[in-house]
């Protein structure tokens, strides 16, 4: 099975033609773009309703698929933010299909 175009995260050609100050000045944009991001992500999974653990990993899967995307360079901030949002609550329905609570009991007193 072959993985779709969008999904491949590669630098692309701009990253491999660049020089050393290049590199740094794209890894500044990358940083620069996390931290604009990173506490919106974290507050809308929180109101999702993850824990603040939950919230740290899906945040980091996010901000992940975020920087892989090749067409994140041309969004807008607002456009940036809506896809990142969207992305991890669809990230947090995943991990909560994916948590078994079979732990859980109910209290015998109450049936």
Known sequence: MRTPEHC????????E??????????AAEDGAWVIGHQSAVWRWLRWLGAAPSVAEDLLQETLMAGLGN????????EQARRWLCGTAR????????????????????DL
């Open 8 to 15: 491949k995260t590669s630098a692309g050609p701009r990253a």
């Open 17 to 26: 033609s660049q020089g050393a100050a290049g590199a740094a000045a794209s």
């Open 70 to 77: 090749p067409e994140r360079r041309q969004w807008t901030h």
């Open 90 to 109: 669809n990230l947090f329905l995943m991990h909560l299909r994916s948590v078994s609570y079979t732990h859980l009991t109910l209290p015998t007193s």
